[in-house]
């Protein structure tokens, strides 16, 4: 069964720094793997999603990178900004089947 | 605009009481799923479906039921609601393996 590792389960930043999320997986034979984004008692909002043959997606100032041998994932975050404050959640979606697990995620706070 | 909306927002709601959940979306995904989220369990997946007429189970199905006889709906139905069905509920939707889109969640107090 899939199991989806996010760490730390916290981080808090001083604006301005660059940052790197990380998100691991047990099984590497995945389909995708998505970044999201969700604010306090608020829906996920996609960020970006790496199809298994890819090994990075850019949006702005995010950038996610996908290394299946070694079953991770990593967001990183360039200028932070008091706006990223969040948590933020990596899920796997497997070959086989149409489940979708996610990560505990990470809670980010940015501090002017 | 393109969207997932959930209805109601919010429920307070006693044991046993048969309650209903909706979910619509408007961009003619194929696959719709239902998730809840808890503290320190993070989110997961109740049901899905791949198409009108095809559910199947997630990872914690008991004492939910879905249907799925339209594309854009996909209800979550609680016959007999208990307790430890409070929760935090979350509809999406996606074309097979794309990205997903979340409705704003339905926040469920079960007393």
């Known amino acids: 069964k899939q199991e989806v590792t996010q760490i730390p389960a916290a981080l808090s930043v001083p604006e301005g720094e660059n940052l790197v999320l990380n998100c691991s997986f047990t099984d590497s034979a995945i389909y995708n793997l998505q970044w999201f984004r969700q604010d306090p008692g608020k829906g996920l909002t996609s960020l970006l999603l790496i199809q298994s043959s890819q090994r990075e997606q850019t949006s702005g100032r995010l950038n996610a990178s996908l290394d299946k041998s070694s079953g991770r994932s990593t967001l990183y975050i360039a200028a932070s900004q008091p706006g990223d404050s969040a948590t933020y959640l990596c899920?796997?979606?497997?070959?086989?089947?149409?489940?979708?697990?996610f990560g505990g995620g990470t809670r980010l706070m940015v501090k002017p | 605009e393109a969207q997932v909306t959930q209805n109601p927002r919010y429920l307070i709601t006693v044991t046993g009481k048969k309650l209903t959940v909706t979910c619509s979306q408007n961009?003619?995904?194929?696959?719709m799923s239902w998730y809840r989220q808890d503290p320190g369990l993070g989110l997961r997946q109740i049901y899905y479906s791949m198409n009108v007429e095809v559910t199947d189970k997630g990872d914690v199905p008991e004492g939910y039921k879905v249907s799925r006889k339209e594309k854009r709906n996909f209800p979550l139905i609680l016959e007999s609601p208990s307790p430890n069905q409070t929760s935090l509920y979350f509809c999406a939707s996606s074309f097979p393996r794309g990205v997903k889109f979340f409705g704003p969640g339905t926040r469920l107090t079960v007393l």
């Open positions: 899920a796997v979606k497997n070959n086989a089947g149409n489940m979708l697990t």
């Open positions: 961009m003619n995904h194929e696959y």
